[in-house]
């Protein structure tokens, strides 16, 4: 590192550490430090600490736990930061006894904490599936500090999440509401699959509802599973409400979405918004949720939108039989006051390839409805 007669900067030698430490390249740190000490630079705190990060990153844990010791008695492990390097890598690398024996000598050793540590371990314990663990940790967290940051209440509601603990998850909630901590997405993700896995679906969907309005995007797996589950129970307008989040959200949908949405539309009577589904997405639909639509469209949706309707299902491509037409026909029929609907279907039929069917035309409603003062039919 010497070069046109500048004295090596200690803090040079550290910014290379760092990017090493990124990719774990312990060969090129090795190389970096034997330079330090030809260079007469004192290894400090900050360098042997990066160097730990190095090693850990690396896979290489024996040398760590080596370099920890060092550490130690050189009195550059009086807090937790070290301790925490080693335990996370070890954790994160599947050696989640090894990673719960670093903590528990730590806890031996009284070295300060800030409860980072919990919330490393709450957190490996987690994704062992060693959730009574984890909730225990939550509580002996609790027990012993009273500062709490948005990193340690995410770990502990998934802690509390994952055992079923509702009352705590309902604390951790009002926690957060009294230190004025605002919610991240992971915060919201926890706690959507939480409600949805006790089936507390509608609280499931005003979080995600609270979520999207906060400016996070959820994913689509548990956007689909909630819709799938608020339209089982009944929640027909909340499963819109849900797809629509997903929707204006600008990202590919997966096909299925929209025929699933489609069939609860259908289910719940939301003919309108299901009309909305369908002239956006007719080319995603199968032609029998297609027909499915239609017929409970033109049999009780409103009447102002079936010529709408009608002409949206003819422009995705599918063939409009004849007893569609007269379900529409026959709704018109019944209601005179809807003339001018009625002239406008039959004008547009033939020039799209239909005919009005012979029990439309032999309806006498029909003809002394529907006709020109020369009693013919007004279709051309």
Known sequence: MKDEGHSPNVYHYSSLLNAYSVDGNYKKADELVQDMKSAGLVLNKVILTTMLKVYVRGGLFEKSRELLTELEALGYAEDEMPYCLLMDGLAKAGH?????????????????????????????????????????????????????????????????????????????????????????????????????????????????????????????????????????I???????????????????????????????????????????????????????????FATSFLKSGNINLINDVIKAIHSSGYKIDQGLFHMAISRYIAQPEKKELLLHLLQWMPGHGYVVDSSSRNDPRFWSTYTNPNRQPVIR
Not at 116 to 126: N, Q, V
Not at 250 to 262: D, G, N, P, V, Y
């Open 96 to 232: 989640i006894h090894e990673a719960k024996s670093v903590f528990d000598e730590m806890k031996r050793k009284h070295v300060r904490s800030d409860g980072y540590s919990h919330s490393i371990m709450i957190s490996a314990f987690c994704r062992s599936g060693l959730f009574e663990e984890a909730k225990q940790l939550a509580c002996d967290f609790e027990a012993t500090y009273d500062k709490y940051d948005l990193v340690i209440l995410n770990t502990m509601l998934c802690a509390y999440c994952r055992v079923g603990e509702m009352e705590s998850v309902m604390k951790m909630m009002k926690k957060m509401d009294e230190l004025a901590i605002s919610p991240d997405w992971n915060t919201f993700n926890i706690l959507i699959k939480y409600f949805s896995k006790e089936k507390l679906y509608l609280l499931a969907y005003r979080t995600m509802e609270d979520m999207h309005k906060k400016g996070h995007q959820p994913e689509e797996e548990l956007c689909s599973s909630l819709i799938f589950h608020l339209g089982k």
């Open 234 to 292: 009944g929640a027909h307008s909340e499963a819109f409400s849900v797809y629509n989040i997903l929707r204006y959200s600008k990202r590919t949908m997966c096909r299925a979405l929209h025929e699933k949405i489609l069939h609860i539309l259908i289910a719940g009577h939301l003919l309108k918004d299901a009309y909305v589904v369908v002239k956006d997405n007719a080319g995603l639909i199968s032609s029998p949720a297609i027909k499915k």
